[in-house]
């Protein structure tokens, strides 16, 4: 049986990460005091100190938390009951549509890079997406959905693209604008991998 103390051990800990992710949304890292952090989550900084070693530590942990939101949605898109193309556009669209998410733009995409320094940043977020991307082109390449690309380097392709579109939305005054531009550009170039059925292609003649 879990004791009660391991049980408010994990409440504090969550109710601080929780106050540290509507925080840092709120008021970017250097704007966020660890005081704040603490009062919001209605804990004493002795509390705070017991579960992390300073701000950056609890950044971080913010940080995990809006990344696995967003890994746990896209994974189950990918393992959804639909087609491999069908899973591969719904995923494209469920991680743009993350990226109009506040806190995703504010903590793992401004302040990240900056926060976590860029090496650590850029292995984090690999860890959390680059491992669909490449499942989803497999999937693609295994059920002749797309041609026989280098599954690899196409995967990283679209991953550098995916985080180049997720700094243009999350950077622009318009950002639904942006992202539905986005979209647009890479389901036509997922498209363009597409391989073409025998029918279709008479059909094409």
């Known amino acids: 049986m879990r004791s009660r103390r391991l049980d408010y051990s994990e ?13 840092f949304t709120e008021r970017g890292y250097a704007g966020t005091s660890l005081d704040e952090i ?20 609890l950044f971080e942990a913010a940080f995990d938390t809006v990344e696995s939101q967003v890994f746990d949605r ?15 556009l719904a995923g494209l669209r469920g991680f743009l549509q993350s ?11 401004h302040e990240a ?20 991307v490449r499942t989803g082109i497999q999937s693609l390449i295994e059920v002749g959905e797309v041609d026989d690309v280098p ?17 243009e939305i999350a950077s622009s005054p318009e950002p639904k604008k942006v992202s539905a ?3 647009e550009v890479l389901v036509r170039l997922l498209v363009g991998f597409r391989r073409v059925p025998p029918a279709e292609h008479g059909k094409a003649s």
């Open 11 to 23: 409440s504090t800990r969550s109710a601080l990460v929780e106050s540290a992710v509507e925080l």
């Open 38 to 57: 603490a009062k919001r989550a209605r804990v004493t900084k002795g509390a705070l100190y017991h579960h992390f070693s300073g701000k950056q530590a």
């Open 99 to 109: 990226c109009l998410d506040p806190a995703y733009q504010r903590i793992a995409i």
């Open 151 to 167: 599954v690899d380097v196409t995967a990283r392709l679209l991953f550098g693209a995916l985080s180049s579109a997720a700094i």
């Open 74 to 88: 896209l994974e189950k898109i990918m393992h959804g009951p639909e087609s491999p193309w069908e899973r591969a």
């Open 181 to 183: 531009q986005v979209e």
């Open 113 to 132: 890079p900056v926060v976590m320094g860029w090496e650590r940043w850029r292995e984090a977020e690999e860890r959390c997406s680059f491992g669909l």
